[in-house]
C-alpha cells in the first residue's frame, strides 16, 4: 500500500454516497434531498445509492429514483447484501456510508473530506453528554500525571458516551487496532 504522501489527494475526487433509510422513515426523503443538494452544489462527479427495505409503501417513486440507484432488502433477512452489492456497484473511489435520516447532515462531510487524504478511513463521532465528575476528576488527574511525569500532554476528551461507550471504543483499539472516538457512529 502506498503511503498518504505518494497516493493521490482523494477528498477531491468523485463521491459515492451510501445511504440506508429504514421503512416507512418520514425523514427519509427530506435528508436524501438534503443530500443531493449539497452534493450539487460540491460541483463533482457523485452518485447516491439507497438500501431501502422491499416493502411497496416504504420504496421511493420514481421521480426520486432517476438520480439515485435503490438496492431493497427483505427485514428479515438484513440489509447485509443489499450493503456488499452498493459496495460493489459504487463506481467513484471515495465512499461514504450514512443512515439517511436527521442524524447527520451532509455538511458534516466537509469536516471529514480534509482528514481523508492523511487516512485511509475516517470515522466521525457523536457529541456524547457530560461525562461524571468523578471521570473529570480522573481526566484532570491523568492529564497532570501525563504532562509531568512523562512529559506527554494528553489529548482533551472530545465525546462521552458512557462506560459501554468507552468500553467499546476500547475493545476497537485493543482487538481490531482501530484509533477512533466512538467505533458506532454511523457516519
Known amino acids: 500500500m502506498l503511503e498518504p504522501a505518494q497516493r493521490a489527494p482523494i477528498a ?15 425523514q427519509s426523503a427530506e435528508s436524501l434531498d438534503g443530500w443531493r443538494r449539497y452534493l450539487d452544489g460540491k460541483n463533482r462527479p457523485y452518485e447516491i445509492l439507497l438500501i431501502q427495505e422491499t416493502r411497496p409503501e ?19 433477512a438484513g440489509f447485509r447484501d443489499a450493503f456488499n452489492a452498493a459496495i460493489g456497484a459504487a463506481q467513484h473511489p471515495l465512499l461514504v456510508f450514512c443512515p439517511c435520516d436527521k442524524q447527520y447532515q451532509p455538511a ?6 480534509p482528514i481523508i487524504n492523511e487516512a485511509d478511513l475516517v470515522v466521525g463521532y457523536r457529541a456524547g453528554g457530560q461525562p461524571p465528575s468523578w471521570r473529570v476528576l480522573l481526566d484532570m488527574f491523568l492529564a497532570i500525571f501525563a504532562r509531568v511525569v512523562l512529559g506527554v500532554p494528553l489529548e482533551p476528551r472530545v465525546c462521552w458516551l458512557g462506560s459501554h461507550g468507552w468500553g467499546r471504543r476500547w475493545v476497537a483499539r485493543w482487538i481490531f487496532g482501530l484509533r477512533v472516538h466512538d467505533p458506532e457512529c454511523a457516519l
Do not use: G, K, W
Open 12 to 26: 477531491s475526487s468523485p463521491i459515492s454516497v451510501i445511504l440506508t433509510a429504514q421503512a416507512l422513515s418520514t
Open 58 to 76: 416504504a420504496m421511493p417513486n420514481s421521480e426520486e429514483t432517476s438520480s439515485i440507484r435503490v438496492f431493497p432488502y427483505d427485514r428479515f
Open 108 to 113: 458534516d462531510l466537509d469536516v471529514l473530506l
